[in-house]
């Protein structure tokens, strides 16, 4: 991996914009300055990953904006050594963010292409994070509780049993709603049958769909 003095300015930049669109958390802020961005892109489009905008990747999917990571991310108040839970791994980015936070992140995608390479990208950057084919309407049951979880993708609804692998006190965010656009929501689980619904604002992303796909 290439990690030049441009980029490293780039990602500065980066910072800087996010700050002006009003993310606040230092912790955030430092590990998109840290982690880089490029290694989670196809060669073709490296030169525009500093960009604050979603990009392909394989299968069809998306590599989140970093302002929605960054804003996913500061929903979720990540300290130290918490498991966290991502549902779609994609490129990997946001899993490395979270994961250069301190977090311990169990990540999980349906795209078999993408689970691969994903996985081989993450071990070069040598981060906290275990990977796993699978559905992620299903969770993680073997690896519950976790303090968070973080859907990347669509919702169509929240699955209950994501909420029953929460620990009390944790929070789940996610992009609520089919269609064009989606609701950012935090849940948090005050009890294990009482939770606290926050509203965010309207995000875009790509469906969260059943099953793995080839
Ligand atoms: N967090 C990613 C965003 C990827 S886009 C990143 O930083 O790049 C959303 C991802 O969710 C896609 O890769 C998609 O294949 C995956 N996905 C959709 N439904 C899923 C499901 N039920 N289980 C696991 N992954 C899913």
């Not at 669509?154 to 929070?171: H, M, N, S, Y």
């Amino acid at each position: 991996m290439t990690d030049s003095l441009l980029h490293k300015g780039q990602r500065k930049q980066l910072v800087e914009l996010l700050q002006t669109k009003g993310i606040r958390n230092s912790a955030v802020l430092q590990a998109i300055e840290q982690v880089p961005r490029h290694v989670f892109f196809d060669k073709a489009l490296q030169s525009h990953a500093y960009e604050d905008k979603a990009f392909p990747i394989d299968a069809g999917q998306t590599i989140s904006q970093p302002y929605t990571v960054a804003f996913q991310t500061e929903l979720l108040n990540i300290t130290h050594n918490e498991k966290v839970l991502e549902i779609g791994t994609g490129s990997g980015y946001q899993a490395a963010i979270l994961a250069k936070m301190g977090a311990r992140v169990f990540s999980v995608e349906r795209q078999k292409k993408l689970y691969f390479t994903t996985k081989t990208q993450l071990k070069k950057l040598h981060l906290h994070v275990e990977t796993f084919l699978g559905d992620g309407f299903k969770g993680l049951p073997q690896f519950a509780p976790f303090d968070k979880i973080l859907i990347t993708a669509a919702a169509p609804f929240i699955p209950k049993v994501l909420l029953e692998q929460l620990v009390i006190g944790g929070i789940i965010v996610v992009p609520f709603g089919e269609g064009n656009s989606q609701t950012m929501l935090s849940i948090k689980k005050i009890s294990e049958t009482e939770f606290e619904k926050k509203e965010h604002g309207t995000f875009s992303f790509v469906p969260m769909l059943k099953g793995i796909s080839e």
